[in-house]
């Protein structure tokens, strides 16, 4: 008589884009996928676009309270924590600068402290974010320096990247990711593509809407998450490290641009306005990943980006 093997439990801190689609990965692996969220637990909207809602066990969860969080891991025992919670971007960090070092660093170091207080055996994956790193002549990797905080966003990453660092070094398997530009249909406006194709989508039925845009010339790299998500759960398959998730691919904003209008075959230069207030001080021109050393790791399992600049147009385009 053959003995049912309980699927593993995998725990993922935030219900937000990045892990709704990872949770959706996860399911396909045949893991328990137990998400916390700060919301009311039935109003997870990314998992219900993605049809997953009924198939994961979402918990309320406070991430700065440490007895809950110690009763949470010590009932569930994940084999894997994905923490992916926390505010999303620089713009916002500004507006909520107690929030982001309450959720991207504190949050942080409460999860790694129950850990190893109570010796829980389990893989830890921190979320983090290019914008930690110098950016210099060439491509951001791991061996760029790290940069000098202008942002509570920025500050808040910093300090996650190093603690998990010295939590390397005390034994607790910890997983630094740093992604670049993810995106996704439920991505919201504040994300560059999805601001320009939902606008495109309109001026195509309007032609007196106009795209307003700031620093068009900024070069990033713009990644599809479903390809992101899948590198961020093979690098749990690896030893404790740090690691680069993004495509390699520089792509101008003006470049995304003109895929988007191309698409409905509309002339560009007669729709675009650029505004100041869109332009950000200190904006580091050129953001893109070196991913030499992630397709060398992932080699096993042929991990590669393809969905890239146009395709990534397209795809958003086809699914807002």
Same mark, same amino acid.
């Given at each position: 008589?053959?003995?049912?093997?309980?699927?593993?439990?995998?725990?993922?801190?935030?219900?937000?884009?990045?892990?709704? +689609?990872?949770?959706?990965?996860?399911?396909?692996?045949?893991?328990?996928?137990?998400?916390?969220?700060?919301?009311?637990?039935? +109003?997870q909207k990314n998992y219900q676009f993605l049809k997953i809602h009924k198939k994961v066990k979402f918990v309320k969860l406070n991430i700065l309270k440490k007895n809950d969080i110690t009763k949470l891991l010590l009932k569930h025992r994940p084999t894997i924590i994905f923490y992916l919670a926390g505010v999303s971007s620089v713009p916002k960090s500004y507006l909520n600068p107690s929030e982001t070092i309450n959720s991207l660093f504190k949050g942080v170091?409460? #999860?790694?402290?129950?850990?190893?207080?109570?010796?829980?055996?389990?893989? #830890?994956f921190k979320g983090n974010s290019g914008y930690i790193f110098k950016c210099g002549k060439g491509k951001i990797s791991l061996r760029s320096k790290l940069n000098k905080p202008d942002s509570p966003y920025a500050l808040a990453q910093i300090k996650a990247f190093k603690l998990l660092k010295k939590y390397q070094k005390k034994g607790v398997e910890c997983y630094n990711g740093i992604f670049f530009n993810i995106e996704s249909p439920l991505r919201s406006n504040d994300f560059v593509i999805k601001k320009i194709c939902e606008q495109v989508k309109k001026i195509k039925s309007n032609s007196k809407i106009k795209l307003k845009v700031g620093n068009i010339n900024a070069v990033?790299? #713009?990644g599809w998450i479903t390809e992101m998500v899948k590198a961020a759960y093979l690098m749990t398959k690896l030893k404790p490290c740090d690691m680069i998730i993004g495509t390699g691919k520089s792509t101008s904003v003006k470049e995304i641009i003109k895929y988007a209008f191309k698409y409905y075959k509309i002339n560009y230069k007669n729709h675009i306005l650029i505004e100041k207030k869109y332009l950000r001080k200190k904006e580091q021109n050129v953001i893109v990943a070196d991913i030499k050393d992630t397709v060398k790791k992932l080699?096993? $399992?042929? $991990?590669?980006?393809?969905?890239?600049?146009?395709?990534i147009v397209y795809k958003m385009l086809k699914n807002i």
């Open positions: 008589m053959k003995i049912k093997q309980e699927k593993q439990k995998v725990l993922v801190i935030g219900s937000g884009v990045i892990g709704a +689609y990872l949770s959706k990965l996860l399911i396909s692996k045949k893991k328990c996928v137990i998400v916390s969220t700060r919301q009311r637990v039935g +109003y170091k409460i #999860f790694l402290e129950v850990i190893k207080e109570n010796k829980i055996k389990t893989k #830890f990033r790299d #713009f080699k096993k $399992w042929s $991990w590669k980006p393809k969905i890239l600049g146009k395709e």
